[in-house]
């Protein structure tokens, strides 16, 4: 899951990254109206954390040209209390929820879950490949019942894996979706984490069929088949 965070407010904004972050979303911040439409038009985000009042291009302005451009993403709007008129005209330019600063985090995060899970993009709860099990809102992972620990890195992977099973994952897409943005990530350190999720995943169940494989020159994928 890759979120998309456009609010001046350092704090806040720093703030809502480091708590996603030990969600283990994958958060990328920036503090402007221009910035963060850039962002939000060229990079595949699963949803974005927009604030209403911003630098150079504000809130509502940047829903409507992203909804204009037939970009869907969910977009979750922040609003001062202050502002609290302007909640309508917010979700009239398509965004699909808003959240009155302050606010805690909890409510924060319960938003967001009930954004991804809308239909349109459907977010199943456990993802199923073979006997591997990953269920995304406990964090736990398990094969043929036995709990699989991970970090928060490799279980990020491996959802990513699973939510595309029998697809054939590029590096650069495994770091565009598992890493943040800014992070500096080297096509390398996404052979490193494949194979410590080898160690872990598939290693220890030699009855088992290996379900991480690699497809040469193209990247990797997971499946029973
Ligand atoms: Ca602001």
Not at 137 to 149: D, N, P, T, W
């Amino acid at each position: 899951m890759r979120i998309l965070v456009v609010e001046d407010e350092h704090r806040i904004a720093n703030s809502i990254k480091k708590g996603l972050e030990q969600e283990r979303y994958a958060v990328d911040v920036v503090y402007s109206g221009p910035d963060g439409y850039d962002l939000a038009s060229t990079e595949g985000y699963d949803l974005i954390i927009l604030d209403l009042l911003l630098p150079g291009m504000d809130g509502v302005t940047i829903c409507r040209e992203l909804r204009k451009n037939k970009i869907h993403i969910p977009i979750l709007m922040l609003t001062a209390k202050a502002q609290l008129q302007d909640k309508v005209e917010g979700l009239d330019s398509g965004a699909d929820d808003y959240l009155t600063k302050p606010f805690s985090f909890e409510e924060l995060l319960a938003r967001i879950r009930a954004l991804v899970r809308r239909p349109k993009n459907v977010i199943d709860e456990i993802l199923t490949v073979a006997e591997l099990q990953l269920n995304s809102k406990l964090k736990e992972v398990r094969r043929s019942g036995k709990v699989i620990q991970l970090s928060a890195k490799e279980f990020s992977l491996l959802e990513y894996l699973m939510r595309n099973a029998n697809k054939i994952l590029s590096k650069e897409q495994i770091i565009a979706h598992v890493w943040n943005y800014d992070a500096d990530i080297l096509p390398n350190t996404v052979e490193v984490y494949i194979r410590n999720l080898r160690n872990k995943i598939d290693a220890p169940f030699k009855n088992k069929k290996p379900l991480i494989q690699t497809v040469r020159g193209f990247g990797y994928k997971i499946s029973n088949n």
